[in-house]
């Protein structure tokens, strides 16, 4: 370490009490510091100073304003002992006086000593309240006669409004000091409107002249009006009006952060407020609006606003760029996306069914802002925007003394008790029957989120010490925390190169002491370089909670489910049928089922079983089970991997049969036809007796897609591809989950035919390629911890899962169960048969087919033959002619003869399919009745019309001959006995 410059150290002393808070404002993070790890934790030690604040030559940042810092400590000391003691009495009111001010409403008083600027705000109030004695008051004297003289003449009645100016600049340099963006543009705005004024005023108060006297001049704009309009008024009155009527106007939008754009926004939001509906700026300070999920069309005219504007405004411009901006769908349900954008293509609300209105919202706002402290005042809509000051004290230790900032509510706190909107449907077969959705405090609400917490300002401590140490000139300016990893932005100066940070990711990763460290450079959207280190305090996000959230309220479509937070705190909630397949991946206990089950639980929190059907694939046996005879389900949970891959092929054919419907009545999208069908456009031929209705979205969960590809991997593969690739329009959507995100599992094909993307930990970087095309998953620290990818988006966003407890999953399903019962087809699975296939065939069921097609088809029962024929040796020969006589397919031996065929070739099928372990008839019986079911299930249900029946019979009798005619084909799964229809009838026939 260096020795100690007894010259500098004497000069840099670090000052004590309200200077140290000045100091705090103006000096810079230490540079250059070679032994700045020792400095960091010695606080006023003179001995660290050198390297610590001296400043280095040719750095903007950090050399102009150290010299500053210096000097302070001088100049107090060179001033007389009264003006201390008068500056240190004016201090001291001021931090009285200011005390009272930080505790009006939303209480600030917590705002670090070294960030007031007490004394300059009380100069304001002071003045204020001095020009309002004799401009309000009418208070008389020589001495305020004399000033009322000056303040008159100069600004005539406009200095009225001096006074009130004054005021606000004091109640903001009392509240919010650090914020120097926001107070200069307020003071700036108030010039110009003074000066605005002062202009209009001159001309309405008929333009006096200095010659008719001083009074007419105070009566209209004073001096500074004179000066401002007579020349302008000399062209014409109008002119000066004109042009200070814009002035004024724009000073107003300066003084009220009010974009151009945002002027209708902010005027309903101020009728709202002033009405006490103020449900969109609860919105935006519960939800931190602005990061779910942005295009680049929305960050464009965000970063130029945000030069013009701050922060506040950024989040405007945002807004506008993302409005109308979208080039393709989101699945995400963004906060900023236009509310009538799902409803509009989701199925319409029942009769019965409302929103809350805007007064219960704002009641229960009021009622979480009582009740939830500081979340939920902030849910209310209180002071979102400040920025509160990062000063820690390792900074402090280190003399690092910038404010850093970070949003006064950076994490979205719990969103407002409202109740998910309760919606009840007639169920039109048993139409007596009211489905009513679970109630939303089935979901219990998380605990509240935490804004920031010790841990993370021993991290911003540790960053910006080896940052220090590294002599990389940059700054952490602020972090954003999230439910499972907080997010510190970093800052470059100019001049210093992303890689010097990024090739720290080692060390930062050793001065956390966490190897889970994540960097994105640039964090999308922003000039930042983001560094994601896990919370040692991580928390839980509730379900129930993201559902009352209010990107979740904001659309009725049965399809959106909650998907757990963002980094930002932000509420992420995905509509599944704009994903729309879901690939979810990750190593074992990483959270993918959690996942699940939190999808299944938002698809049975919202949706009826005739909006969402669902097909689950649980091969694990355990995971699903919860769920077994919930009404959503169209077949009972499928466990057997063999029987996914049959149900997979039935989805296949169902997709035909939507598309064909799609087809003939012209429709694109099955949300068209159902909505034509709910308006009565959509009439069956008249000689049909069928009923059409609408399709309900098709849910197909796959808990283990391992599992599938294992028993059939062609077949799988085959129908997951021709779903994907069109089941989009027919409401079809696959969900595929698994923990080898291997290539043999997740191949080529499935990939690029399942475009969105949720990636838990996986255990190596070529798993997280696999799932996400991209490194980043083997990064992530499990428990729900997750990369999200939706479709179209390039970058993929991190989240920690929504979490449901087994009791909540419970009563939910409890609820929904006893609403209505599950009627399952028999057809999408059909239970595997009696197993015929007896242990001694074992694997040679395929050859002894052959023999038995060879015996009975050339009726001679000889061993050489199915030796010759079959080429397979004598030994095998003899041990299938064994299992024919076992099966009664020969007679017994009769030594060197040919045994007897005892089955003619005519039984030659029905002996196969027993053998085969099915007790189906022949193949063409198989298919023959196949379609005459079809056919009669059309007339039965009202099927479709004559000239459909023909194009369908041609599509099933490919079906059955593709599919091996043991499945019934679509269309047959309402063929009861007494031609009745199934309540849940899938396809409307
Ligand atoms: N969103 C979450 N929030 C909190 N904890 C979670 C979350 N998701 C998962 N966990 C925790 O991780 C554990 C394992 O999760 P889960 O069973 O979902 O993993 P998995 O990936 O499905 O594992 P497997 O493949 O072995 O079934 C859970 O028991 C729970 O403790």
Request: net charge negative.
């Amino acid at each position: 370490m260096e020795a100690p410059d007894p010259r500098k150290s004497a000069e840099i002393r670090p000052p004590s009490g309200t200077v140290a808070g000045m100091a705090t404002r103006t000096t810079s993070a230490p540079r250059g510091n070679t032994g700045g790890t020792s400095g960091g934790k010695s606080g006023s030690s003179a001995g660290r100073g050198t390297g610590s604040t001296t400043p280095r030559t040719g750095r903007t940042g950090s050399s102009t304003r150290a010299p500053r810092t210096r000097q302070l400590p001088a100049v107090e000391q060179r001033q007389p002992w009264p003006l201390r003691v008068l500056g240190g009495a004016w201090l001291g009111i001021g931090h009285m006086v200011g005390g009272g001010v930080r505790r009006i409403g939303h209480d600030v008083s917590d705002l670090p000593a070294e960030q007031r600027r007490d004394g300059a705000a009380l100069f304001n109030l002071g003045l204020g309240v001095f020009i309002a004695t004799f401009a309000w008051w009418g208070l008389t004297g020589w001495f305020p006669d004399t000033v009322y003289a000056v303040v008159n003449g100069t600004f005539g009645w406009i200095s009225l409004l001096l006074p009130l100016m004054l005021f606000v600049c004091a109640f903001r340099l009392f509240r919010r000091p650090a914020d120097g963006r926001g107070n200069n543009r307020v003071g700036i705005g108030f010039l110009i409107m003074t000066f605005a004024g002062c202009g209009l005023a001159h001309v309405l108060g008929g333009q006096p002249t200095v010659a008719q006297g001083f009074d007419g001049l105070r009566q209209a704009g004073g001096m500074l009006g004179f000066l401002a309009a007579s020349p302008l008024a000399a062209i014409h009155a109008a002119v000066p009006l004109a042009i200070y009527g814009l002035l004024a106007f724009v000073s107003l939008l300066i003084i009220t952060a009010t974009p151009f754009g945002a002027i209708p926004r902010r005027l309903r939001g101020a009728y709202e407020h002033l009405m006490g509906i103020d449900l969109q700026e609860a919105d935006d300070a519960g939800h931190d609006r602005s990061y779910l999920y942005e295009t680049p069309a929305a960050t464009a005219p965000k970063k130029k606003r945000r030069r013009l504007f701050g922060k506040d405004e950024e989040n405007d411009a945002g807004l506008e760029g993302y409005v109308g901006d979208e080039a393709f769908e989101h699945a995400v349900i963004d906060d900023d996306a236009p509310a009538g954008d799902n409803e509009s293509k989701g199925p319409s609300l029942a009769p019965g069914v409302r929103r809350p209105t805007q007064a219960e919202i704002a009641v229960e706002k009021i009622k979480a802002a009582q009740g939830l402290g500081t979340a939920g005042k902030a849910a209310a809509g209180e002071n979102a925007t400040e920025a509160i000051p990062l000063v820690t004290p390792g900074m402090v230790a280190a003399g690092s003394l910038n404010p850093v900032k970070v949003p006064a509510n950076p994490v979205a706190p719990a969103p407002l008790p409202i109740p998910i909107p309760q919606r009840t449907e007639q169920l039109s077969l048993a139409g007596d029957v009211t489905y009513t959705l679970p109630s939303s405090d089935v979901l219990t609400p998380g605990s509240i989120p935490k804004e920031r917490t010790e841990a993370n300002d021993a991290i911003v401590a540790s960053l910006t010490e080896t940052l220090n140490q590294f002599n990389v000139e940059a700054q952490v300016t602020g972090f954003s925390r999230g439910p499972t990893v907080t997010r510190y932005e970093i800052e470059l100066s100019p001049g210093t190169k992303v890689e010097r940070v990024t090739a720290l990711s080692k060390n930062i990763s050793y001065a956390v002491a966490s190897s889970d460290v994540r960097i994105l450079s640039p964090i999308p959207g922003k000039s930042a370089i983001g560094i994601e280190i896990p919370n040692t305090d991580r928390e839980t996000v509730s379900l129930g909670d993201v559902l009352r959230s209010q990107n979740a309220r904001r659309t009725d479509h049965p399809m959106v489910m909650g998907v757990g937070k963002d980094v930002e705190g932000g509420y992420v909630v995905a509509n599944l049928a704009k994903m729309p397949h879901l690939l979810v991946a990750g190593a074992t206990g990483a959270g993918k089922s959690s996942f699940v089950n939190s999808m299944i639980t938002s698809i049975l929190m919202r949706a009826t079983p005739d909006e969402v059907r669902m097909v689950m694939v649980d091969p694990k046996r355990v995971e699903l089970t919860a769920y077994e005879g919930v009404p959503h389900l169209i077949t009972p949970i499928i466990t057997n991997p063999k029987k996914a891959a049959e149900a997979l092929q039935w989805v296949v054919r169902e997709m035909d049969a939507r598309y064909d419907d799609l087809a003939n009545y012209g429709f694109k999208h099955i949300d068209d036809f159902n909505k034509a069908v709910r308006a009565g456009k959509v009439q069956p031929p008249v000689d049909s007796k069928r009923v059409i209705r609408p399709y309900p979205y098709l849910l197909v969960i796959v808990d283990e897609l391992a599992d599938l590809m294992m028993v059939a991997p062609r077949d799988v593969e085959d129908s997951i591809v021709r779903i994907t690739q069109l089941a989009r329009a027919a409401g079809i959507h696959l969900v595929l989950a698994t923990q080898r995100p291997s290539v043999d599992v997740v191949t080529g094909l499935i990939k690029a035919n399942v475009p969105s993307r949720m990636a838990f930990a996986t255990s190596s970087v070529t798993d997280s390629r696999v799932v996400l095309d991209q490194p980043g998953a083997e990064k992530l620290i499990g428990q729900g911890d997750a990369l999200f990818l939706p479709m179209g988006a390039s970058k993929a966003m991190r989240v920690q899962g929504a979490w449901v407890t087994e009791s909540e999953i419970h009563k939910v399903v409890e609820h929904v169960k006893g609403q209505l019962k599950a009627v399952y087809r028999d057809d999408v699975a059909p239970e595997a048969q009696k197993k015929q296939i007896d242990d001694d065939i074992g694997d040679d069921l395929e050859v002894l087919l052959q023999a038995t097609e060879l015996v009975v088809t050339t009726q001679f029962g000889s061993t050489s033959m199915l030796q010759r024929k079959l080429r397979v040796g004598f030994a095998k020969a003899g041990r299938l002619m064994d299992l024919l006589e076992s099966r009664g397919v020969v007679g017994p031996s009769e030594g060197s003869k040919a045994r007897d065929v005892l089955v003619k070739p005519d039984d030659l099928a029905a002996v196969l399919a027993a053998m085969k372990g099915l007790d189906a008839p022949t193949a063409a019986d198989s298919q023959t009745a196949a379609l005459s079911d079809n056919a009669n299930a059309n007339i039965a249900q009202g099927g479709y019309a004559e000239d459909l029946v023909a194009a369908d019979l041609d599509q099933r009798a490919q079906n059955v001959e593709y599919y091996d005619g043991a499945d019934s084909p679509p269309g047959s799964h309402g063929d009861d006995e007494d031609g009745s229809e199934d309540a849940w009838s899938l396809t409307g026939r």
